[in-house]
T-cell receptor, first 112, second 112 residues
């Protein structure tokens, strides 16, 4: 059983560009959450998707948006990239109401 | 609002010595509490979790944590630290629906 998979593993983008990160949840999981982890900091909650809708959102600007597909996979989109968006982006999945989330290995985004 | 405070940014202990990492949380309902470990360039690995029941929780790699509701704390302990325990440790709080919120982390250095 594959765990949570994220793609790509590394990405370099130029300031002002747009980026899409992808996440496939663990089999049987229906809830996907995204986190941003800047260097030397703890993961910061971006948003949660369930039933193809954004259910919860952290303190992130509208430049950060997402999508969940019928197969529960998810995308994170970031528009108008800033240097400060450089970070490790983590995806976590769980079963709605379940008490443990499983994390992917993350996508390292570098904005130059 | 949920939040986590890890008061110690960096801790150094000698190999074989005992370890305690502090975590205080704020959450309006019954919390789910977690400790994760992260090695450089790696994703998050779950050490242990608390949902209900016995307030002393055993985890992997010989770690344990104690939930103290009166103190809003969930401190992580290990009786004897190994050099391989050197890493970043994150405490997190969540709920049945609410996603996890992480602390800023504690970096553990192990002296030979």
């Amino acid at each position: 059983d594959a765990g949570v998979t994220q793609s790509p593993t590394h990405l370099i983008k130029t300031r002002g560009q747009q980026v899409t990160l992808r996440c496939s949840p663990k089999s049987g999981h229906d809830t996907v959450s995204w986190y941003q982890q800047a260097l030397g900091q703890g993961p910061q909650f971006i948003f949660q998707y369930y039933e193809e809708e954004e259910r919860q959102r952290g303190n992130f600007p509208d430049r950060f948006s997402g999508h969940q597909f019928p197969n529960y996979s998810s995308e994170l989109n970031v528009n108008a990239l800033l240097l400060g968006d450089s970070a490790l982006y983590l995806c976590a999945s769980r079963l709605r109401g379940g008490n443990e989330a499983f994390f992917g290995q993350g996508t390292r985004l570098t904005v130059v | 609002a949920q939040s986590v405070t890890q008061p110690d940014i960096h801790i150094t202990v000698s190999e074989g010595a005992s370890l305690e990492l502090r975590c205080n949380y704020s959450y309006g309902a019954t919390p789910y509490l977690f400790w994760y470990v992260q090695s450089p360039g790696q994703g998050l690995q779950l050490l242990l979790k608390y949902f209900s029941g016995d307030t002393l929780v055993q985890g992997i790699k010989g770690f344990e944590a104690e939930f103290k509701r009166s103190q809003s704390s969930f401190n992580l302990r290990k009786p004897s630290v190994h050099w391989s325990d050197a890493a970043e440790y994150f405490c997190a709080v969540g709920g049945w629906i609410d996603d996890m919120r992480f602390g800023a982390g504690t970096r553990l250095t192990v002296k030979p």
